[in-house]
């Protein structure tokens, strides 16, 4: 069964950076599309950003030229490169396969606070 590992949030200032990792078990990895998602207190889950190949991607309007989703298909992990961030972006971040059809993971918190 496949599982997904997020990693690499924390509390950050605002306009700061962060790089979250999501590291995929089991095989089969490349031929997903693969995305990042978030979910803030008391909101739904929404979708941040989606790679469907290494050239192809696909971001919300809210992260569009801040965000960078990118992965590494040899190591089985997916990337998400924040920058700019800003108090709105503060919420739980996952990955998962484009789809959601991949077991959910613990996903990863990030505070952008001052």
């Known amino acids: 069964q496949v599982q997904l590992v997020e990693s690499g949030g924390g509390l950050v200032q605002p306009g700061g950076s962060l790089r979250l990792s999501c590291a995929v078990s089991?095989?089969?990895?490349?031929?997903?599309?693969m995305a990042w998602y978030r979910q803030a207190p008391g909101k739904q889950r929404e979708l941040v950003a989606t790679?469907?190949?290494?050239?192809?991607?696909v971001y919300a309007a809210s992260v569009k030229g801040r965000f960078t989703i990118s992965r590494d298909n040899a190591k089985n992990t997916a990337y998400l490169q924040m920058n700019s961030l800003k108090p709105e972006d503060t919420a739980v971040y996952y990955c998962n396969q484009a789809h959601g059809l991949f077991p959910w993971g613990q996903g990863t918190q990030v505070t952008v606070s001052s």
């Open positions: 790679i469907i190949s290494s050239s192809t991607t």
């Open positions: 089991g095989s089969g990895f490349s031929i997903y599309a």
